[in-house]
T-cell receptor
């Protein structure tokens, strides 16, 4: 069974450009999460999808970040325009259902490293 | 708001020695508690968790952790380190009444010397 896959693994862009990160959760996992780790800091929650709906987007930093999950399958996270402080590793995770997620049974991808110059 | 503190961003032990990674949390109510591990070039994976019941929980690869409410701690231990334990370890909590958001500590990188 394929795990959570993220693309690209590493992206280097200039300040002001746009980047789109993609996450493919484990097949059948309705719950999908985005987290971010800025260099030297904690991993922080960004948002939580249940199917195609945003269950909780309280961690989204500002309106330069847009997350979508059309059809309840894969998800994208777009940063537009990117700023220097957006650099970090963006993790995607999925859980089989809400309860599994509440119990920490998340499957994480390897992360997408974003470098903004 | 919840917070998680991991004492020591880097811990080095010799192979065969005790591993002790510290985690303290602050929360208004006892949260759910987790340890995740990230091996090089891999995603985070759940090592063990405490939700309810027995306060000493066992996880994969010989690790265990004890929830101590009076100390607001959830330290991770392993009696004998193995070279393959070298990884970054993250303590996390969730407020089970407030959704599935995890609050992570800063992580501890464990190095194991031969």
């Amino acid at each position: 069974e394929a795990g959570v896959t993220q693309f690209p693994s590493h992206s280097v862009i200039e300040k002001g450009q746009t980047v789109t990160l993609r996450c493919d959760p484990i097949s059948g996992h309705d719950n999908l999460y985005w987290y971010r780790r800025v260099m030297g800091k904690e991993i922080k929650f960004l948002l939580h999808f249940v199917k195609e709906s945003k269950q909780d987007e309280s961690g989204m930093p500002n309106n330069r970040f847009l997350a979508e999950r059309t059809g309840g399958t894969y998800s994208t996270l777009k940063v537009q325009p990117a700023e220097l402080e957006d650099s970090g590793v963006y993790f995607c995770a999925s859980s089989q259902d809400w309860l599994a997620g509440a119990h920490g049974e998340l499957f994480f991808g390897e992360g997408s490293r974003l470098t903004v110059l | 708001a919840q917070s998680v503190t991991q004492l020591g961003s880097h811990v080095s032990v010799s192979e065969g020695a005790l591993v002790l990674l510290r985690c303290n949390y602050s929360s208004s109510v006892p949260p759910y508690l987790f340890w995740y591990v990230q091996y090089p070039n891999q995603g985070l994976q759940l090592l063990l968790k405490y939700t309810t019941g027995a306060t000493l929980v066992k996880g994969i690869n010989g690790f265990e952790a004890e929830f101590k409410k009076s100390e607001t701690s959830f330290h991770l231990t392993k009696p004998s380190a193995h070279m393959s334990d070298a990884a970054e370890y993250f303590c996390a909590v969730s407020d089970h009444d407030a959704g599935n958001m995890l609050t992570f500590g800063g992580g501890t990188r464990l190095m194991v010397k031969p």
